[in-house]
């Protein structure tokens, strides 16, 4: 069964620096997110991606994270500048368009990437 | 904007016996998804149950299914026969049907099947 895959499992990095998170979205999908939970949270939406442009951010989606797909797999996350709160799991997810003419809304997760700023 | 609570943190059941677990949202919306996604110590969240807002007819999957009640905006989620399986943290989830139909979670109930 297809699923959504992530890279790195686990990251961890300094304050400051910039990290970029990959999925790998099942293929026929065409919506692709990002959410994230900090441990103890509940899961945060923030950002949606359709035809090669953002269709939703959430205020948590400011100027220093950025999407980006850069072929026709790859799905980033990126965080420019990283801060002691970005630490907790990155969850990227898609979703497919029409099957057998009817919209699919199901959202399909990958495992995650746990982003530890230290 | 859409909010989704869930009232009961922690919640345990004896293995083979039923579970009922609540959500209720608050939206102007009439036409949306609901979901309840199961999130276990792997932090895998994996996708149990989904009701379409037109639907009147309560989904269910093998020993999950839902009790929706549009006017209430309850959706509850029933597991029956639990297994030791089903322990997990569940997310109820509501999806507003626009362009970015981003999902807004609850903040969770962690089941726990004892044996």
């Known amino acids: 069964e297809p699923e959504v895959t992530q890279t790195p499992s686990h990251q961890v990095t300094q304050m400051g620096q910039e990290v970029i998170l990959r999925c790998v979205p099942i293929?026929?999908?065409?919506?692709f997110y990002w959410y994230r939970q900090i441990l103890g949270q509940k899961v945060e939406f923030l950002v949606s991606?359709?035809?090669?442009?953002?269709?939703?951010k959430s205020e948590i989606f400011d100027d220093q994270f950025s999407v980006e797909r850069p072929d026709g797999s790859n799905f980033t996350l990126k965080i420019r500048s990283t801060k002691l709160e970005d630490s907790a799991m990155y969850f990227c997810a898609s979703r497919g368009g029409l099957r057998n003419g009817r919209a699919r809304y199901e959202q399909y997760f990958g495992p995650g990437t746990r982003l530890t700023v230290t | 904007a859409q909010t989704v609570t869930q009232s009961q943190p922690e919640m345990s059941v004896q293995e083979a016996e039923t579970v009922t677990l609540s959500c209720t949202y608050d939206t102007s919306e009439s036409n949306y998804y609901l979901f309840w996604y199961k999130q276990p110590p792997s932090r895998q969240m994996i996708l149990v149950i989904r009701q379409e807002a037109y639907k009147q007819q309560n989904a269910t999957e093998n020993r999950f299914s839902v009790n929706f009640q549009k006017a209430a905006k309850s959706f509850s989620l029933k597991i029956s026969d639990s297994q030791l399986g089903d322990t997990a943290m569940y997310f109820c989830?509501?999806?507003?049907?626009?362009?970015?139909?981003?999902?807004?979670f609850g903040e969770g109930t962690q089941l726990t099947v004892n044996p």
């Open positions: 293929s026929n999908h065409l919506y």
């Open positions: 991606f359709y035809n090669n442009e953002i269709s939703e």
């Open positions: 989830a509501f999806m507003k049907l626009t362009s970015g139909s981003r999902l807004t």
